[in-house]
């Protein structure tokens, strides 16, 4: 029988959930439904895809989020003449020692924020593929382990298109969140301007979580109990995705496998030893929406991914909440 989560865990990974919620936020102005998001990717192991317009803190919120760990940060700026070596690291000869020695490339990191993904050419997007999948990268013919926690945050910006290489599906599904910052309000720009009127706050933030404490509030919550009946509700979504009328390609096994983990992470930073339906609910939209490829007549009736997994909760049956 799998081992359950305890009340004294869930109270520690809520705990240092709520940690680094509020100290991002000294950096990132409201905004706590997404940094929460970026919390359940921390908890879950898994990658945050962010499509939005420029100058709305994606950078400064990947930053905060690493400063928070302490960890290891690097940022890659994506272009077309950007190289897989550039990103993975190259093996060169040191006449010192008369040996190949590796030179890490940024993907060496702890956090690696990925700027404008689309702009660099499938060949490079494709060499976050392993990395990302399986935590390593292969550099001429070895292999070589990265750093734990690993997470990619990759950027997008949705209205330049020229010059631009769409992502690929099986890059997109590597991704555990897609995310929306969205503009702040009236108040909260106000904040901002009183916020970065002398200094970048993002330089005074310090570490309230180790990274390697990280690792073990992430096994924690892999122990958070699902009952049959929420699995059965995640199965149940995914494969409605399949058949929908107005899908060409629905959400994968893996999309299945991401949804599950994120409710984990989600019902334990909500403080429950449990996932209930609503966790489900609250994380279908962005587990899943870049996962599904509409129909071209689809798209033509102004239907959106976003439409059609709302959709998709509206007509599956919602099981009876079970608190074990």
Not at 16 to 38: M, S
């Amino acid at each position: 029988m799998a081992e359950v989560i305890t009340n004294v865990d869930v109270r520690r990974v809520g705990e240092a959930a709520e940690k680094i919620l509020n100290n991002i936020g000294k950096v990132i102005v409201g905004k706590r439904d997404v940094i929460r998001l970026v919390l359940v990717a921390l908890l879950s192991e898994g990658h945050l895809f962010i499509e939005d317009v420029p100058g709305i803190g994606k950078t400064m919120l990947a930053k905060a989020t690493a400063s928070s760990l302490g960890a290891a940060f690097k940022r890659v700026q994506f272009t077309p003449d950007l190289l897989p070596s550039d990103v993975t690291g190259i093996y060169y000869f040191n006449q010192k020692t008369s040996e190949f020695e590796y030179r890490p490339g940024p993907i060496m990191a702890n956090i690696v924020l990925a700027d404008e993904i689309n702009r660099a050419t499938p060949r490079t997007q494709s060499c976050l593929l392993e990395a990302m999948q399986e935590r390593q990268v292969t550099v001429d013919i070895k292999t070589i382990p990265l750093p734990r926690p690993f997470l990619v945050i990759a950027t997008q910006n949705p209205i330049e298109l020229e010059g631009t290489f769409p992502l690929p599906e099986a890059q997109l599904d590597r991704f555990l969140l897609k995310l929306k910052l969205g503009y702040p309000t009236e108040d909260e720009e106000g904040m901002i301007l009183q916020r970065f009127q002398e200094e970048n706050p993002l330089d005074n933030l310090k570490a309230v979580v180790e990274a390697a404490e990280l690792l073990e509030l992430q096994k924690l919550c892999r122990k958070v109990h699902v009952s049959e009946s929420v699995r059965s509700y995640i199965v149940n979504i995914t494969q409605a995705t399949r058949s929908h009328a107005g899908v060409k390609l629905g959400a994968s096994p893996r999309a299945s496998l991401s949804l599950y983990l994120a409710t984990q992470s989600l019902a334990a930073i909500e403080g429950r030893h449990y996932v209930i339906p609503d966790d489900v609910k609250a994380l279908a939209t962005p587990v899943l929406t870049h996962r599904l490829i509409v129909k071209a007549e689809t798209g033509l009736r102004g239907q959106t991914t976003e439409s059609i997994v709302a959709d998709v909760l509206s007509h599956v049956p919602v099981p009876v909440e079970e608190k074990s």
